[in-house]
């Protein structure tokens, strides 16, 4: 599911800055998503307490920890620049894969407007959002990821260490064994003796599906086709559309041009099918359409969201309305995923339950068969 605010861009033009630490910055390595949620915090605390720019960069570098070298090198290269009168925002711009493009333009935008603590502040609310999704979409997967491995394991356990024992028991009364047993003596035996052909089977088709996403069409059709997955799938658009619609409310409440603020939009989507959209919707809205109608007829968008556009338009508080809207999508996504987690474990205890007990009884039928018979 996955793009968030701190993952837009590409590697900078950057290859030098003076630091602090009087030492080059290192592009292999970039700010997790918990540094950036905790430097914005702290900017944001520190510039509402009137600290100047500087002084609350200079303090940031501080109290960052001696083992966080990335973000002390990122840190320092900004307050160089600060203290040779750049914009923060400028500064950061040198840092697009730690400072995306949404990151760089609301920071622009409350420079501009004066309000620079207040688009801090949204900017923590953004980050702080995604956390929580992601981390309950983690939690979520946690348990029935443990028992799919558990699943898979009884089932290596059953081909590998019990099936070969059985075999000796049902030798020379193959013709007693129902088609079900003699696959699973079939599967045991490919398993066991070709097990490296398997492997290299498994590495192949990763590295396929890998080459095959990196093409446009690919990874187009399957974006739809995971989109269309019942219950993941709308759980995904609505993941996707309250983070597009919320950075777009943002821009737009903080005065950012509505086309400049759909570019940004489109940069935001790693979905296709979305980035598409928000194109198209670009090119309708400088030609002179309202978003609304680019909206209406989507199908990737809730039906009352063109309706939602149309009454902000009209009101002209289009970015305050696009963000409650935003705020109402996160909070039923974050309940869609809580829900969803209590009905993937019995699900999954039922498939577990289903997988391990066929393989049992493929092969209590032929004992009992052979029992009836010396009976």
Request: glycine share 8%; proline share 4%.
């Amino acid at each position: 599911m996955a793009f968030t605010l701190d993952s837009i861009g590409q590697s900078s033009g950057r290859e030098e800055s003076s630091l602090t630490l009087n030492r080059p910055v290192s592009r292999r390595k970039y700010l997790s998503h918990s540094d950036l949620l905790e430097v914005t915090e702290m900017l944001w605390l520190l510039m509402e307490s009137n600290v100047p720019m500087a002084e609350a960069l200079a303090g940031l570098i501080a109290q960052t920890p001696e083992n966080a070298t990335k973000r002390r090198e990122i840190l320092s290269a900004i307050y160089e620049d600060v203290q040779a009168g750049k914009p923060l925002s400028e500064a950061m711009a040198g840092f697009p894969r730690d400072f995306g493009a949404v990151y760089t333009q609301m920071i622009q935008a409350g420079e501009i407007s004066g309000g620079l603590p207040d688009s801090l502040k949204r900017l923590h609310e953004f980050l702080e959002q995604d956390r929580k999704i992601r981390s309950s979409f983690i939690s979520a997967m946690i348990v029935p990821g443990v028992m799919l491995l558990f699943t898979i394991s009884a089932v290596l356990v059953l081909l590998i260490g019990v099936v070969p024992k059985l075999e000796v028991i049902f030798a020379g009364k193959e013709h007693l064994l129902p088609a079900i047993s003699r696959f699973m003596f079939w599967l045991s035996l490919v398993i066991r003796g070709d097990w490296p052909w398997l492997i290299l089977g498994t590495a192949a088709l990763i590295l396929g599906g890998v080459a095959l996403w990196k093409n446009a069409t690919v990874r187009e059709q399957l974006s739809v086709v995971f989109m269309r997955v019942p219950i993941f799938g709308q759980m995904y658009r609505e993941t996707i559309v309250a983070r597009v619609v919320n950075v777009l409310g943002a821009l737009l409440t903080r005065n950012v041009p509505m086309l400049e603020s759909l570019g940004v939009c489109s940069m935001l989507s790693n979905n296709v099918v979305y980035k598409r959209l928000w194109l198209e919707a670009l090119e309708r809205v400088q030609a002179g359409e309202p978003l609304s109608s680019c909206m209406a007829g989507s199908g990737v968008f809730p039906e009352f969201f063109s309706q939602i556009v149309r009454v902000g338009e009209r009101g002209g508080n289009l970015g305050q309305v696009l963000s409650q809207f935003a705020v109402g999508l996160n909070e039923r996504t974050l309940r869609r995923i809580t829900n969803t987690s209590k009905l993937i474990e019995p699900i999954m205890t039922v498939i577990m339950g289903i997988v391990v007990g066929t393989i049992v009884f493929s092969f209590m039928l032929p004992i009992l068969r052979i029992k009836d018979t010396i009976g």
